[in-house]
């Protein structure tokens, strides 16, 4: 049993990771600068899980939580996500990313964590130089979400030179299931088809993209925290593949009979004038070998456990 404390565990992932590392026995400090029905939820049903209000950009906050219960490790997940809200707020974003993050570690290592493991993007990389990529791919972001995020790895990667604090990067893509707060693909197709609403998206069809469920993101983290001796400092936590648009369109309609969905030729864009770059699939072989991470879910499985949850009133 160890004490993990979860920066934005309030949150559509943070609140996920504090589930299940409650749910093996950890102790577990979701630190959020507000509570969530589904952290509330995770808290009456495990008594191992205590809510820390607070912000990370606000040193006494976080030194605060670190001095009075001593992390052993700490998951960071809390950030600005997505392009759309870091171009609408470029300077907030940095503000809530870096200094945030590094305010994170800087707590983590005076006050004694072991570990970080840092939630990080497939953004970081800008557009994908092939179908499929590993973690060797330059880094070229073009938004000031993926900015945000490389400069992160980049000052974490001084941070353990300077003063030897493990810090290990997650980089993910698009993470969907229960819970999902954010209205893009893959949910807002789902929602239209449990609704019997019609939904024809005029373009987006010949888009690819990794997508990760939710479980098994969360089973990625609690790889690389109990990881012994990772070899690397960034690892993949995805699907390994990238289907597209019209392929998950054509899956949603096979799994709820009747449901309205089409889309249109061409790219995917995230609103109107922001398209998406080029993206692809995540390779994930060196988390397979070194944290034992193995995807249970391709973009079907997960569309199909979606589903049930949502019937089953579980998001």
Not at 175 to 187: A, E, I, N, T
Request: aromatic share 8%.
């Amino acid at each position: 049993m160890a004490r993990i404390l979860v920066t934005g565990g309030a949150g559509f992932i943070g609140a996920a990771v504090c589930a299940a590392l409650a749910a093996r026995g950890d102790q577990v400090l979701a630190f959020d600068r507000g509570d969530s029905p589904a952290l509330a939820r995770h808290r009456a049903r495990f008594p191992g899980i205590t809510f820390l209000p607070g912000d990370i950009t606000e040193w006494p906050h976080l030194a605060e939580a670190c001095l009075t219960h001593r992390p052993e490790a700490v998951v960071h997940c809390a950030a600005i996500v997505g392009v759309v809200a870091s171009q609408a707020s470029p300077a907030a974003t940095f503000r809530v990313n870096v200094e945030g993050a590094l305010t994170v570690f800087a707590a983590s290592r005076l006050f004694g964590a072991r570990r970080v493991i840092n939630l990080s993007t497939e953004e970081i990389y800008g557009p994908f130089q092939a179908p499929e990529i590993d973690e060797t791919h330059p880094c070229a972001p073009v938004a000031p979400y993926g900015i945000s995020k490389f400069a992160i790895e980049q000052l974490a990667r001084d941070e353990a030179r300077q003063h030897g604090l493990s810090i290990l990067h997650l980089r993910t893509c698009w993470v969907y299931g229960p819970g999902l707060p954010r209205p893009r693909v893959p949910k807002t197709l789902l929602d239209a088809a449990l609704a019997g609403r019609a939904l024809h998206l005029a373009e987006g069809a010949d888009f690819r993209v990794d997508h990760v469920y939710i479980d098994d993101l969360v089973a990625g983290i609690l790889g690389a925290l109990d990881a012994p001796q990772p070899r690397f400092d960034a690892y993949h936590i995805a699907s390994g593949a990238a289907p597209t648009l019209g392929e998950i369109v054509a899956i949603l309609r096979a799994l709820v009979p009747g449901a309205d969905l089409s889309v249109g030729p061409g790219n995917y864009a995230f609103a109107a004038g922001v398209p998406v770059v080029q993206k692809g699939a995540l390779a994930i072989a060196r988390a397979g070998a070194d944290l034992g991470y193995a995807p249970r879910f391709d973009i079907r499985a997960g569309l199909a456990a979606w589903i049930a949850a949502r019937k089953a009133g579980e998001d």
